[in-house]
């Protein structure tokens, strides 16, 4: 009678290890797969944005104003409504466009329901922070670094938006320095008309992405109680993507290399972390001269 052989404890122990190892091989593949589909489906939000700006242009002759204050001669003045608030009809949510009254606050009671509602082309799905954020819980960073002693006294209660990974470009100059005359194509009641992008359409970027962790970003626009208030809407230039300083206002993303970004002809590109300040600074710039290119 012949005796049956079964796998012996080394055998047992082998096998488990190679499975081990191609387990260990398998699960940095799959999360690769899962970051390349994330990164595709930001890009798409943002090239739904890119096509939802150009269709606005073409209705009214010129691109929507980072942010309308009933005041030109006061950036912070109200109701504050952004660009992205703007072009809601262009991306299927007109329904909520209609809801809002475009002459009043943003913080006004009777808009508490609509700012608070998701707009899942403004969200890049690599980013993990809660869609609904408390705009006046936010933190004041002392100017610009995570870290530094915060302002005293502010405490306005709640104020519960939807948030946004996407901010339009003000330029590669300091917001607070001159928010009514940004030099990229979104400033305080900016229009800015397809003929004042002198750089060229295809050489100067108008959206591009932001993160939440530094503080919350929304696509309801600019509302002055806040701390940072044109930082929520707007971004700027003047650092590389993903700059490790953490500037608030700067470009950043929870993508490996880079950013997405949408250019005013409309095409969708990603910048990798690598490029030049200067060159990036270039591209931010509607009307700079400067000699860069997306390439």
């Given amino acids: 009678m012949k005796s049956r052989r079964g796998f012996t404890l080394v055998e047992l122990l082998v096998v488990i290890a190679i499975i081990g190892i191609l387990v260990g091989m398998l699960l940095p593949a ?13 890009a798409n939000n943002s090239r739904q944005m890119g096509l939802a700006l150009l269709n606005y242009e073409s209705s009214h002759q010129s691109f929507p104003a980072g942010w309308v204050t009933n005041d030109s001669t006061n950036a912070l003045a109200e109701p504050g409504w952004g660009w992205s608030a703007k072009i809601l009809p262009f991306v299927d949510a007109g329904n909520l466009y209609q809801q809002i009254d475009f002459g009043v606050a943003i913080d006004d009671p009777i808009h508490e329901t609509s700012i608070s509602q998701i707009v899942p082309i403004f969200l890049c799905p690599s980013e993990t922070i809660e869609e609904i954020v408390n705009l006046d819980a936010h933190v004041e960073h002392g100017g610009h670094l ?4 915060p302002k005293q006294g502010h405490d306005h209660g709640e104020l519960l938006v939807s948030r946004s990974n996407y901010s339009g470009v003000f330029g590669s100059t300091e917001i607070d320095d001159s928010p009514l005359k940004g030099n990229g194509v979104f400033y305080a009641n900016s229009r800015t008309e397809m003929r004042d992008v002198k750089d060229g359409s295809s050489n100067t ?3 591009g992405e932001r993160r939440n962790d530094l503080g919350p970003i929304s696509w309801v626009g600019m509302v002055p109680k806040v701390d940072e208030p044109f930082a929520r809407i707007v971004g700027i230039t003047d650092h590389a993507p993903n700059h490790p300083d953490l500037h608030f206002e700067d470009f950043r993303s929870n993508h490996a290399t880079g950013i997405n970004v949408t250019l005013v002809d409309g095409s ?5 972390d690598n490029i030049g300040s200067s060159v990036f600074q270039g591209l931010g710039t509607r009307n700079g001269r400067e000699k860069v290119s997306i390439d």
């Fill in 205 to 207: 970027i108008m959206v």
């Fill in 268 to 272: 969708t590109h990603f910048i990798n």
């Fill in 146 to 149: 995570v870290g530094q002693a």
């Fill in 30 to 42: 799959v999360q690769q797969v899962r970051a390349a589909a994330r990164r595709t489906q930001c």
